[in-house]
C-alpha cells in the first residue's frame, strides 16, 4: 500500500499555523498595516492559539464591515504579542 504523502514542512496536521522566519511554526494574527507599523493602537485583539487564527486590529479596522485585505497581514502569535503590540499599544 502506497504512503500517503504528508507535508513535510508541518510537525502536526493543522492549518492554523503559518511559518515564520524567527519562530517556526506558529499560530498566527490577522494583524492590521496600521497595528503593525505602530501609527495606530490595538482596538480589537482575540487570542490566537492552534484552532483559532487570532485578531490585532486598530479601530479603523476593526470597525470595518468588510476588511480590506490589502491592509491585513499575517504574523506568528510570537512577533504579534512580543514585537508589535507593545509597539503600539492597546487602546484604553
Ligand atoms: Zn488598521
Ligand atoms: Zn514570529
Known amino acids: 500500500m502506497k504512503k500517503k504523502?504528508?507535508?513535510k514542512a508541518?510537525?502536526?496536521d493543522n492549518h492554523n499555523l503559518i511559518q515564520?522566519?524567527?519562530?517556526?511554526w506558529r499560530p498566527w494574527y490577522v494583524v492590521c498595516v496600521h497595528v503593525m507599523r505602530?501609527?495606530?493602537?490595538v482596538a480589537r485583539?482575540?487570542?490566537a492559539s492552534a484552532d483559532e487564527v487570532g485578531e490585532c486590529?486598530?479601530?479603523?479596522?476593526?470597525?470595518r464591515?468588510?476588511?480590506?485585505?490589502?491592509?491585513?497581514?499575517?504574523?506568528?502569535?510570537?512577533c504579534t504579542e512580543e514585537k508589535i503590540i507593545p509597539t503600539a499599544g492597546m487602546l484604553q
Open 5 to 7: 504523502k504528508k507535508h
Open 10 to 12: 508541518k510537525p502536526r
Open 20 to 24: 515564520c522566519h524567527d519562530h517556526s
Open 38 to 41: 505602530g501609527h495606530s493602537p
Open 45 to 47: 485583539f482575540s487570542k
Open 57 to 63: 486590529l486598530c479601530k479603523e479596522c476593526a470597525d
Open 65 to 78: 464591515e468588510e476588511p480590506d485585505i490589502e491592509q491585513l497581514k499575517a504574523c506568528c502569535d510570537r
